[in-house]
């Protein structure tokens, strides 16, 4: 009994009147802690309604279940911006920036919400910009200290000092600082690349724009491949005028390869006297480079025969602007002899999804029947939330002979249509009780099964298999001449349907065969037909346990149970918990509440007649898994029918339990 009330755990969603059948799909899955199918279902969900702003704020909460702080931050930006007053949705995304190392996005996030928020969101946004702020503050007067004192600070044994303190700056908004202090480092390293992209930024944020411009147009000709291509995707499509190309070569003296693009920018204008200084200047900077020394023999070769053609010889082919290919070309030869098929998995595995993308698309018009290239461009295109890309791909890696990426690429296909899959549920509660002096273990193995014959009807209705345990260990000792039994003690092997969620509601019903492991108990048989069956209603309020911000919660559980084992008896149950979530670096969460439970039955059993308060403690630990936490409840009992009861008429209650759930 206490199993089915624990099953449905509250779970934070604030949905709507009039929800389609993706998003009742999806707060059924949610109830069931099956976390994977309600994250692809909220997204579905959120393709047909982009600015529902709540359903953002559930798919935040359930991708945080799983370990997705990433998808989690990006979901709560979502609906802050559908929402700027969500004080809640503001916490939570500025936490996960902090985490998910976007630490400006963080601080700054803090510092609006310590001026502009409620008294209790305003106390949490104050601490938690102190703890960012002072550590950025202390760092920066450290490293300036530390070159003060240095007899040397602009040569290269400083760089350190001068990185630190560039990256402390911009971190911490002072931008000035920042910008001079990445100046330095690119005089002291003028040969690493990735300065010119911290550079850029800081200029942008500054509003020097033409200098950020330049700065991006050096690096996208640079010699590093992953700095070329971060720095392409920032600059604009329209191709570079030629004051552009200078104002980046004056950042950037020693780029060959923006000299030489420049060069040949020139002759398709015409201007051959600017060409030959830029093939002078390359030749000045590398004496061999023999393409520069052939295009000069060949531009002296014109001034000497006028009527010649303007073409210079062993240039590259024009492109389709007119232009020389390295000019119209946008740096094709940045990445000219790369593996596509390599880069493209390193960067999806990096969470670079464009980059991913472009990869890949190269890779499988290499090779059309590589199958994991088509199933790695499925989750590209997924996590870049094209889904109808994305299911086209899947459909294409599931047809493959390797049955691993088949079989992963078939069930992301059915997700992601919302078709059921089969499913396993694995939940155990172990518990101990003062009350009655007993320790018990409470657990579940269901496996959904999707009939193909029911067609539609598997949207609405869930059919599993499921073995359940009931069992305690004054039970398990020898049987003294009038035994009590607290359990079950049986393990019950039946099958069942269940409805989708709706509005927070859930129902099902169940059949099957409850086997005792107690050989010699009398009361029951050794094997009995065991009928239940139930509706359920779960929400939660307000900052719930596995949020990322502190703050005051509500949540409810209501249980009417049918039980054949228990003289065919109805169990109503009502479980409130109110309080306070404390969110503790790390991913550490504590919830101090008061518990108000109601228990009722139509028989009028004692047992099941009860109402009890008192406080309890939550608790979610570091090493634990999203779905796993501790709780301590210290109850005042008491029984409200009397009849028959062989125990006082009131009780107290300690229990310590366990919760651990996991679908696969």
Request: net charge negative; aromatic share 10%; hydrophobic share 40%.
């Amino acid at each position: 009994m206490f199993a089915c009330a624990l099953l449905a755990g509250a779970l934070s969603s604030y949905g709507q009147t009039a929800v389609d059948a993706e998003l009742n799909a999806a707060y059924k899955s949610l109830a069931q802690k099956d976390y994977d199918s309600a994250i692809e279902l909220f997204r579905k969900a959120l393709a047909k309604q982009p600015d529902n702003a709540s359903v953002h704020k559930d798919l935040a909460y359930t991708l945080l279940k799983t370990g997705e702080n990433a998808d989690a931050r990006d979901e709560f930006e979502s609906a802050l911006k559908l929402n700027p007053k969500d004080e809640t949705a503001a916490l939570e995304y500025a936490f996960l920036c902090f985490e998910t190392k976007k630490q400006i996005e963080a601080r700054r996030t803090f510092d609006r919400l310590r001026h502009t928020g409620s008294p209790t969101t305003r106390a949490t946004a104050e601490q938690a910009f102190q703890n960012i702020d002072r550590p950025l503050a202390d760092g920066i007067a450290r490293w300036q200290q530390a070159l003060e004192r240095s007899p040397n600070p602009n040569e290269l044994p400083m760089f350190s000092a001068h990185w630190e303190l560039a990256q402390l700056a911009e971190l911490r908004d002072e931008l000035p600082l920042a910008a001079r202090e990445y100046e330095i480092c690119r005089k002291l390293k003028p040969d690493l690349g990735e300065l010119l992209l911290h550079l850029a930024r800081v200029w942008r944020q500054l509003n020097r724009l033409d200098d950020a411009n330049a700065t991006l147009l050096a690096a996208s000709r640079g010699h590093d491949s992953r700095t070329a291509e971060l720095a392409l995707d920032q600059l604009s499509t329209r191709y570079p005028y030629p004051y552009e190309f200078e104002k980046a070569i004056a950042l950037d003296p020693q780029n060959v390869a923006l000299r030489r693009e420049l060069a040949f920018l020139y002759l398709a204008m015409h201007k051959q006297d600017e060409a030959v200084k830029q093939f002078e200047q390359i030749l000045a900077i590398n004496p061999r480079d023999q393409l520069s020394r052939d295009q000069l023999d060949a531009l002296h070769g014109i001034k000497k025969h006028p009527q010649a053609t303007l073409q210079p010889a062993s240039s590259p082919a024009t492109g389709a602007n007119g232009l020389p290919a390295s000019a119209s070309g946008a740096s094709s030869g940045a990445s000219s002899g790369r593996d596509a098929r390599s880069m493209g998995m390193k960067s999806l595995k990096a969470g670079y999804i464009p980059d991913a993308i472009r990869y890949l698309t190269r890779a499988h018009e290499e090779d059309p029947d590589d199958a994991e290239v088509m199933l790695k461009l499925a989750w590209a295109y997924n996590a870049a939330k094209q889904d109808d890309q994305a299911m086209q791909w899947f459909d294409q890696a599931r047809q493959s002979d390797d049955p691993e990426i088949a079989a992963e690429a078939n069930k992301a296909f059915h997700n992601l249509r919302g078709d059921p899959v089969p499913q396993t549920t694995v939940w155990l509660l172990p518990m101990f009780s003062t009350r009655w002096n007993d320790a018990f273990t409470y657990g579940q193995v269901k496996r959904t099964i999707p009939l193909s014959v029911l067609g539609g009807w598997n949207k609405l209705l869930s059919f599993y298999v499921s073995t359940r345990f009931d069992g305690d260990v004054r039970s398990g000792l020898p049987l003294t001449v009038a035994p009590t039994y607290f359990s079950e003690n049986a393990f019950i092997f039946g099958v069942g349907v269940s409805s989708r969620t709706w509005h927070h509601f859930t129902g099902w019903v169940e059949a099957g065969e409850a086997v005792s492991y107690l050989p010699n108990r009398h009361d029951v048989g050794m094997a009995i037909p065991d009928y239940r069956g139930g509706v359920n209603f779960a929400k939660g309020f307000g900052t719930l346990l596995g949020s990322h911000s502190s703050g005051f919660f509500y949540e409810t559980t209501d249980d009417g149970i049918y039980v054949s084992r228990f003289d065919k008896d109805w169990l109503l149950y009502s479980q409130h918990r109110t309080g306070r979530t404390f969110r503790a670096w790390g991913n550490t969460s504590a919830q101090v509440l008061l518990n108000a439970n109601v228990t009722q039955d139509l028989k009028r059993q004692y047992w099941a007649n009860t109402f009890e308060m008192g406080p309890g403690v939550k608790v979610h630990l570091p090493w634990m898994a999203p779905n796993v936490y501790l709780s301590t409840d210290f109850l005042r009992g008491v029984y409200t029918d009397n009849q028959a009861n062989p125990h006082r008429p009131n009780y107290y209650d300690f229990r310590l339990s366990f919760w651990y759930a996991i679908t696969k």
